[in-house]
Nanobody
Framework: QVQLVESGGDLVQPGGSLRLSCAAS????????VGWYRQVAGKQRELVAR???????NYADSVKGRFAISRDNAKNTGFLQMNSLKPEDTAVYYC??????????WGQGTQVTVSS
């Protein structure tokens, strides 16, 4: 059973930075795509960034140039570096793993609040 644990969420001022981490148990991490999603209460969960097994990345237009997704397969950990944060980035951020056979795993989420 794969478990994902996110960390790094916090309260930060506009213009600040945070780095989210997603630690995975099990042995499928290196063969999985890693995605970061976010959700605001009352709205649908949306894709923020994704990195494939071979390192290809894609981003939501709203975060391009500000956020960077990466992965460390040796540590079974994914990261989301968030810079120039805006109040509209406030949300619960979730990590998602998609295995080679399409099985999806979600973390429990970490709260990011951008406010002065």
């Amino acid at each position: 059973q794969v478990q994902l644990v996110e960390s790094g969420g916090d309260l930060v001022q506009p213009g600040g930075s945070l780095r989210l981490s997603c630690a995975a148990s099990g042995n499928i991490f290196s063969l999985s795509a890693v995605g970061w999603y976010r959700q605001v209460a009352g709205k649908q969960r949306e894709l923020v960034a994704r990195i494939t097994m071979d390192g290809s990345t894609n981003y939501a237009d709203s975060v391009k140039g500000r956020f960077a997704i990466s992965r460390d397969n040796a540590k079974n950990t994914g990261f989301l570096q968030m810079n120039s944060l805006k109040p509209e980035d406030t949300a619960v951020y979730y990590c998602r793993l998609t295995s080679l056979i399409g099985t999806i795993y979600w973390g429990q989420g970490t709260q990011v609040t951008v406010s002065s």
